[in-house]
Nanobody, 131 residues
Framework: QVQFVESGGGLAQSGGSLRLSCVAS????????IGWFRQAPGKEREGVSC????????YYTESAKGRFTISKDNANNTVYLQMNDLKPEDTAVYYC????????????????????????WGQGTQVTVSS
């Protein structure tokens, strides 16, 4: 059975940190690029970061660059998103998604594909940042 489960969300203060995890079962992350997305209330889901299947390349959107770090442990089938210097505008439900296509980007900035193009999605984890 394929599962993709996020954890690590919660409440943080502005300037604080959280580390999100996404554990896969039923498929191997070494064959997939992984994207992190978020969706705030009333807004569309947006990409945040992406890591290549071999974990050798990482990409971020402008909002995440310099504050978030994506990493991937293929041996343990887990992807992480370390989020530092959190801001209230980071409040959202965060999702991970597996893609058989490598990360798409433009001028070094992550440019996510349509949600339907991703193979597997996690259920999401809530991140709330208070000011």
């Amino acid at each position: 059975q394929v599962q993709f489960v996020e954890s690590g969300g919660g409440l943080a203060q502005s300037g604080g940190s959280l580390r999100l995890s996404c554990v896969a079962s039923g498929f191997s992350l070494r064959y997939y690029a992984i994207g992190w997305f978020r969706q705030a209330p009333g807004k569309e889901r947006e990409g945040v970061s992406c890591i290549s299947s071999d974990a050798g390349s990482t990409y971020y959107t402008e909002s995440a660059k310099g504050r978030f770090t994506i990493s991937k442990d293929n041996a343990n089938n887990t992807v992480y998103l370390q989020m530092n210097d959190l801001k209230p505008e980071d409040t959202a439900v965060y999702y991970c998604a597996a893609d058989h296509v490598e990360c798409t980007y433009f001028s070094g900035i992550y440019h996510n594909r349509d949600a339907d193009d991703y193979d597997y999605w996690g259920q999401g984890t809530q991140v709330t940042v208070s000011s």
